[in-house]
């Protein structure tokens, strides 16, 4: 069974930080591009971050120079580094495995907030 289990949101205040995790498991993690999306209310849900199994990163322009996405192949993990937030970041971040359109895993979600 596929299981991809977001951690480390919460409340912060303008100007912090926080770091997301995606604990994977079922799959064979490291051949999967990984990555993080955010919903905000209202609207549609949009990607953050990209890693492959091998390549570049790419990352939305809102986010570019404050988050840094990062995987860890032997833990099976993702990660998102998130600093200098601002209250435009609050979200619901959703952790995604793409290794082809059949084999498209997501996460249930964690409420990122940031607000004062």
């Known amino acids: 069974q596929v299981q991809l289990v977001e951690s480390g949101g919460g409340l912060v205040q303008p100007g912090g930080s926080l770091r997301l995790s995606c604990a994977a498991s079922g799959i064979l993690f490291s051949i999967y591009t990984m990555g993080w999306y955010r919903q905000a209310p209202g609207k549609e849900r949009e990607l953050v971050a990209q890693?492959?199994?091998?390549?570049?990163?790419v990352y939305v322009d809102s986010v570019k120079g404050r988050f840094t996405i990062s995987r860890d192949d032997a833990k099976k993990t993702l990660y998102l580094q998130m600093n200098s937030l601002k209250p435009e970041d609050t979200a619901v971040y959703y952790c995604?495995?793409?290794?082809?359109?059949?084999?498209?895993?997501w996460g249930r979600g964690i409420q990122v907030t940031v607000s004062s």
């Open positions: 995604k495995a793409v290794f082809s359109t059949a084999t498209t895993f």
């Open positions: 890693i492959p199994s091998r390549g570049n990163t």
